[in-house]
């Protein structure tokens, strides 16, 4: 299919080659996930025989209209790229959502009876960068633009000699700067970040009277926890040790529950020394005066 239309082209456009050719260039720049609209002019669709939509490079997407035979065919597009509209009435290509893969040059080519039109166009997909400002235990401020294509600029408010950017470059064709900003010897009562992009500016600003109170909490309360798990472990340590030691040691001897109550004999005493005949005797030999309580 793909040799069939481009035999069909060359035969299209060959002879109206002859007659005169109009090429024209545009950039068109598109941050990623959002649509991308290359707008092909449909300004000769009375005259329209052929329209190409192609990437320039080898196996790249191809999508092609006849108007003769109401007819479009398309090879090796994906599902986000398409006419944005019907062919017949509107030749821009549409991509949809568009991503960093996207990015290269296309060219729209419209064979009619009147010429033979090229339109180029630059496909530039760019990333906003994620943007944090973060400070650490050494009283310096970080500002960081990450995975931004084109690469962000960071700028400090105030000025400082004391800063100081690395850089990152990803794979994907995205970079990540970082900013480092020293405050230790600083007088001023806040720090701004300022990130900049294409079309977009972002700021984040910083209390540093609030963050030095803050990492005077953060190491106090650290010291604090520190020594209140150090007396805790050692408490469990010496509760264990005692308990151990008490295991250890020889059991006490055992005591008698009964206690011995010096009385003077009675009769009922000497009565029970007797062999007993229980059968009268326990109530013979009763009296109040027998009965002793032993405290």
Known sequence: MALNWSVLAVILFL????VEVYATYNRVSVEAGHEAVLS?????SASLLMVIWKRNCSSCCLLSYRRDLNKTSRLNCSERITWKYSPASDLELRIYPV???DEGNYTCEIASSEG?????FSLTVTVPPMVTLTHDKSRVAVCQASAGKPPADISWIPASNHSSEEEFHHPNGTVTRVSYFGWAHSSFPSVTCLVTYPNK???LVMDLRYTYHRLLYILVGAATGVSAVTGVALCLIFRCRACWLRKQAPGPAEHSTTKTCNFPPSRARREAAKPPDFSERIYQNYSPRSVYVCL
Do not use: A, V
């Not at 002879?15 to 002859?18: A, Q, R």
């Not at 092909?40 to 000769?44: E, G, H, K, T, V």
């Not at 033979?116 to 180029?120: C, E, K, V």
């Open 116 to 120: 033979n039109f090229h339109f180029f």
């Open 15 to 18: 002879p109206i080659s002859l």
């Open 99 to 101: 991503n960093l893969g």
């Open 201 to 203: 500016n972002q700021t």
């Open 40 to 44: 092909c002019p449909n300004i000769y």
